[in-house]
């Protein structure tokens, strides 16, 4: 497991592999499968699943659910294609449910 150096670290909140910075978060404002989520630029120790279309609150995109490398529990996706030209910012970035990361050494 890559360990990730910084004073606020997200982990999988099964197994506490260290899986995104706090300083990566673009936003807060947004939705997931199960309540609130953060949009972040870079991801580590994650594993990226199929592609496939899906419709969200923004329209439709191509995304691909993400996992945590060492327990496999999903943690959100990670959006490939944004179809509206106002989402394509959203391209390459990733979604994790609040819900699924906890917070180390804050």
């Given at each position: 497991?890559?360990?990730?150096?910084?004073?606020?670290?997200?982990?999988?909140?099964?197994?506490r592999n260290h899986v995104c910075l706090h300083?990566?978060?673009i936003s807060k404002a947004f939705q997931g499968r199960n309540g609130r989520a953060f949009l972040f630029s870079?991801?580590?120790?994650i594993v990226v699943g199929p592609k496939e279309d899906r419709q969200l609150?923004?329209?439709?995109?191509?995304?691909?659910?993400?996992?945590?490398?060492?327990?496999?529990?999903?943690?959100?996706?990670?959006?490939e294609r944004a179809y509206e030209e106002t989402?394509?910012?959203?391209?390459g970035k990733f979604i994790f449910e609040k819900s699924k990361i906890v917070k180390e050494n804050w």
């Amino acid at each position: 497991m890559a360990e990730l150096v910084g004073p606020r670290v997200y982990s999988c909140c099964n197994c506490r592999n260290h899986v995104c910075l706090h300083d990566d978060i673009i936003s807060k404002a947004f939705q997931g499968r199960n309540g609130r989520a953060f949009l972040f630029s870079h991801a580590m120790n994650i594993v990226v699943g199929p592609k496939e279309d899906r419709q969200l609150i923004t329209g439709l995109h191509t995304v691909a659910d993400i996992y945590c490398r060492d327990c496999r529990e999903v943690l959100g996706w990670k959006y490939e294609r944004a179809y509206e030209e106002t989402q394509k910012y959203k391209e390459g970035k990733f979604i994790f449910e609040k819900s699924k990361i906890v917070k180390e050494n804050w």
